[in-house]
């Protein structure tokens, strides 16, 4: 029986192929497959002495933290242990995305959110992937009455030391950085004397958190306000969680 020509002419094309191949392969060289590296990732070592950490309560924590610029949910994070003593802490971070811009020592909820930065650095952007990025943020207060100083007192949004200042405080109210809190608590409220500004463990009952959450007639300017924007009302459970905690500095 004569053999179908179109299978003659297919294995002769075959047979070829595979000598060529052979062939090319004694030359001692033969290309790897060029492939986008996409699994690159960042290494971060970040040193530091934490101070007061011993002092959050409730559903905030602080963290290690890297961000991009399109959210404000942490691309990957570490929370800072807990400890009752301020020692120096390494803290490393693994496999950052390489779409990360900063990062982070951060106020952050439950959900990863960042609440408020504390601590930032920009990643440059010729970093290189191979190389860990080491960072030394000296010592940082990043108890919870240090978020709120930084954050409510001293902060640009609220900035609550431009009318309590140590000049012309506001009904005798000094909330520079370093009066606050000697001003709030234990202290009697002016515009209340019966009431203590801030009374630890008792925030129902501390003027300071009257004013804020629901205003006082006393009152002239309506403090309220200050915590209605998204930025800012996530404070207004911590400065709740810090008094009821016992108003630790």
């Not at 890297?66 to 949910?73: G, H, I, K, M, Q």
Request: some cysteine; charged content about 20%; aromatic content about 10%.
């Amino acid at each position: 029986m004569m053999k179908h020509p179109y299978r003659i002419i297919m294995r002769t094309v075959l047979c070829a192929t595979v000598a060529w191949s052979m062939c090319s392969c004694d030359d001692g060289h033969v290309d790897d497959p060029v492939f986008e590296n996409t699994e690159d990732s960042y290494n971060v070592e970040i040193t530091g002495k934490f101070q007061s950490l011993n002092t959050w309560r409730g559903t905030y924590s602080v963290a290690a933290a890297c961000f991009n610029d399109e959210s404000n949910y942490s691309l990957i994070q570490k929370v800072l242990p807990s400890s009752t003593e301020d020692t120096v802490q390494v803290l490393k971070l693994s496999n950052v995305p390489t779409n990360a811009k900063t990062v982070e020592i951060a106020v952050t909820n439950t959900l990863r959110k960042r609440i408020a930065t504390l601590y930032s650095y920009p990643i440059p952007y010729n970093q290189r992937y191979s190389d860990t990025i080491k960072i030394d943020v000296g010592t940082l207060n990043v108890g919870m009455f240090g978020s709120i100083n930084q954050f409510i007192f001293q902060g640009t949004g609220t900035n609550c030391a431009r009318c309590h200042s140590a000049e012309r405080p506001t009904a005798n109210l000094d909330l520079t950085a370093a009066h606050a809190y000697n001003s709030l608590v234990n202290a009697p409220a002016e515009k209340d004397p019966s009431k203590l500004r801030v009374k630890p463990g008792d925030a129902e009952g501390s003027f300071l958190y009257k004013v804020i959450s629901e205003g006082d007639e006393n009152v002239g300017y309506s403090h309220v306000g200050l915590f209605t924007d998204d930025t800012y009302a996530p404070f207004l459970d911590i400065i709740k969680a810090w008094i009821d905690g016992g108003a630790k500095e």
